[in-house]
């Protein structure tokens, strides 16, 4: 929606935002770390700063390397691209402007590549893939954040085509709000553009749907299904937005084949939403969202019982990836002191676990090569 004034921010943008903000902190560093290059790229980047001053997301970007202790205080020779992509004209020229004050705070490294175009997202990428790809290359290490203002200009094909180059991942506004509005729209031109966002037209069988909970999660099933089938990304998870009329909004979907990726993006989600690590609502206070208990585990415990018990003692290693890929809880703030130490302080204990030798044998420690038996 573009215009020449600058837009209040809602509060679910600020958690989108939050998320965002969390994962580039963790994801800029540990790519730096064991790239040459690496890519940002924001496909809709919109005018770089909201109405009461907050950064939009450009900025936020821009902030997660300039202000990152990683890059202040150590030597690297890994190049950093920036490429922001906004179709309209006055917001093109509005982010150069925030971009140009950021720079007279910061001292910019030249190691820093800012690049701003104005264009549609769909075309400005393919043209930079197809020409990638004619010179027999792939794609940098690249973390695409893709956050139109509808459902068009953002097709599966797209995606695919950047998530299957090496380390490349994706992070998604799906517009469930107006995708469900409009889906069932008889317009060719429209029912088109349902074709290119999930890369087939399978959509059509769930538009007669009137259960608006079962519609709701067969669209976002099926986009999901995409994103792994067509998209060749491993991990998918989803992080969904209510608006302040108590209706979904839109979901995030993050996509990657990393499992430190996964690992940090749950992380941030679950900081996110300390309760269920998967939505948020504008009928709640984002200022209080650090107040709540972070989930409660009795269903970790559960599904760990399920998953180990009976069987030989399983390392550490094994069972924080269950945790991170098959359940929907967080291996670095759920399962350590707020599982297995509350299970092997039971009285009687469920869990035997077997520490190396040297390690101290402390419930809520549990180093690599600690073993446990589930009883």
């Not at 496909?43 to 300039?66: C, H, M, N, Q, T």
């Not at 769909?122 to 956050?147: H, Q, Y």
Request: hydrophobic share 35%; glycine share 6%; aromatic share 12%.
């Amino acid at each position: 929606m573009p215009s020449d004034d600058l837009w209040e921010i809602q509060p679910h943008t600020r958690i989108k935002h939050y998320i965002l903000r969390r994962y580039l902190n963790a994801w800029f560093p540990i790519m730096a770390r064991y790239n040459d290059r690496i890519v940002y790229i924001d496909g809709f980047a919109g005018r770089g700063r909201y109405s009461r001053g907050e950064d939009g997301s450009p900025i936020i970007a821009l902030k997660a390397v300039l202000e990152h202790p990683y890059f202040r205080t150590l030597r690297h020779e890994c190049e950093i691209v920036f490429k922001f992509i906004e179709r309209d004209s006055a917001n093109k020229d509005n982010l150069n402007s925030e971009i140009s004050q950021l720079e007279s705070q910061y001292a910019i490294p030249d190691w820093v590549k800012i690049d701003v175009e104005q264009g549609e997202f769909e075309r400005v990428l393919t043209r930079l893939l197809d020409g990638i790809e004619s010179r027999g290359r792939n794609l940098a290490p690249t973390l695409a954040f893709i956050d139109p203002y509808g459902f068009s200009g953002l097709p599966m094909r797209l995606i695919s085509r950047i998530c299957q180059n090496p380390k490349c991942e994706c992070l998604v506004t799906f517009m469930y709000e107006y995708i469900n509005r409009f889906i069932q729209h008889p317009d060719e031109n429209i029912r088109r553009h349902f074709d290119d966002l999930f890369g087939a037209n399978d959509w059509q069988e769930i538009i007669t749907e009137a259960n608006p909970m079962t519609r709701l999660n067969e669209i976002t099933q099926l986009y999901r299904r995409q994103l792994v089938n067509m998209g060749g990304l491993s991990y998918v998870r989803s992080f969904q937005m209510i608006n302040e009329g108590n209706r979904t909004e839109y979901f995030l979907f993050f996509g990657t084949n990393d499992l430190t990726g996964l690992s940090r993006m749950k992380e941030a989600m679950w900081k996110a939403d300390p309760m269920w690590g998967e939505r948020f609502s504008d009928i709640s206070n984002p200022a209080q969202m650090v107040l709540f208990s972070e989930g409660e585990t009795g269903l970790l415990k559960t599904l760990l019982r399920e998953k180990y018990r009976g069987e030989e003692p399983v390392l550490i290693g094994d069972i924080e990836r269950f945790v991170l890929v098959d359940t929907p809880y967080s291996e670095k703030i759920h399962l350590r002191r707020r599982t297995l130490m509350e299970m092997e302080r039971e009285s009687p204990p469920t869990i035997i676990v077997n520490r190396p030798p040297g390690r101290r044998n402390r419930p809520g420690e549990y180093p690599a090569g600690t073993t446990v038996r589930f009883l």
